[in-house]
T-cell receptor, first 111, second 111 residues
Framework: QKEVEQNSGPLSVPEGAIASLNCTYS??????FFWYRQYSGKSPELIMS????GDKEDGRFTAQLNKASQYVSLLIRDSQPSDSATYLC???????????FGSGTRLQVQP | GAGVSQSPRYKVAKRGQDVALRCDPISGHVSLFWYQQALGQGPEFLTY????????KSGLPSDRFFAERPEGSVSTLKIQRTQQEDSAVYLCASEYQETQYFGPGTRLLVL
């Protein structure tokens, strides 16, 4: 079992719809959670970070964390074609400085 | 301000050659990380520096991989006797307040 699991996709949504990206992690003591966006051939770019249970909103993006279920998600409202990219979930465990990444979910927003 | 920079951006090496990859972190960032990203996968941790001290090298895949950061700023990742399985994108990240900022990466192709 991988430490951080994501559906590889592609997840295809129409423009204007809500895209829902999901991630599960195996290390129960993980403390910090991040969503990165990676365009093809580019480096990862931080979208959201979340540290406590519940929702965190930033513009069109909402991160949701449920530590009991070991689950973190990213919602993208009013999806735009420019949101088409791979979304990487990353987790930082207790006492660790390095990020553990999932394999990423490829999102396609259809105009 | 300037972000993380890496050089070279692309490197083609013949199997058995030694290569050196450079990372210039964001000025003032104490923590520096190296990751390896294979095609279609998320980045995987290689090693971590705090200033000039290499505090975690648990991700280095073999003793052919060596990293240094002698003055606590620029870091070099060296791969000796390259193998085809070393072909990947090597990402450097520097960290500030729990957030890791990635450089553009070096794409290494070993023939």
């Amino acid at each position: 079992q991988k430490e951080v699991e994501q559906n590889s996709g592609p997840l295809s949504v129409p423009e204007g719809a809500i895209a829902s990206l999901n991630c599960t992690y195996s290390d129960r003591v993980s403390q910090s959670f991040f969503w990165y966006r990676q365009y093809s051939g580019k480096s990862p770019e931080l979208i959201m970070s979340i540290y406590s249970n519940g929702d965190k909103e930033d513009g069109r993006f909402t991160a949701q964390l449920n530590k009991a279920s070991q689950y973190v998600s990213l919602l993208i409202r009013d999806s735009q074609p420019s949101d088409s990219a791979t979304y990487l979930c990353a987790v930082k465990g207790a006492g660790r400085r390095a990020l553990t990444f999932g394999s990423g979910t490829r999102l396609q927003v259809q105009p | 301000g300037a972000g993380v920079s890496q050089s070279p951006r692309y490197k083609v090496a013949k199997r058995g050659q030694d290569v050196a990859l450079r990372c210039d972190p964001i000025s003032g960032h104490v923590s520096l990380f190296w990751y390896q990203q294979a095609l279609g996968q998320g980045p995987e941790f290689l090693t971590y520096f705090q200033n000039e001290a290499q505090l975690d090298k648990s991700g280095l895949p073999s003793d052919r991989f060596f990293a240094e950061r002698p003055e606590g700023s620029v870091s070099t990742l060296k791969i000796q006797r390259t193998q085809q399985e070393d072909s990947a994108v090597y990402l450097c990240a520097s960290e500030y307040q729990e957030t890791q900022y990635f450089g553009p990466g070096t794409r290494l192709l070993v023939l």
